[in-house]
């Protein structure tokens, strides 16, 4: 749903989802098997598409999405 409301890819969904339940960047790269910087790189993406600076703000977003 946070790909489709949200126009993120698949992957940067997946990365708003693990940072909206608080999780760090390096607990996000073990779970979705991919690199620190990837997920980062993730985020760079997800915050431009967002228009927001913060992980806050980006999760909050999400949690208030997933909540609708």
């Known amino acids: 749903k ?6 993120l890819t698949q992957r940067e969904a997946e990365v708003l989802l693990w940072v909206s339940y ?7 790269s073990e ?5 620190p910087r990837t997920v980062q790189k993730h985020l760079e993406r997800i915050f431009d598409k967002l228009g927001v600076e913060t992980r806050a703000a980006a999760a909050a977003i999400a949690i208030k999405m997933i909540g609708q």
């Open 31 to 35: 779970v979705l098997n991919i690199s």
């Open 2 to 7: 946070l790909q489709q409301w949200l126009n």
């Open 22 to 28: 608080g999780k760090a960047s390096s607990d996000i």
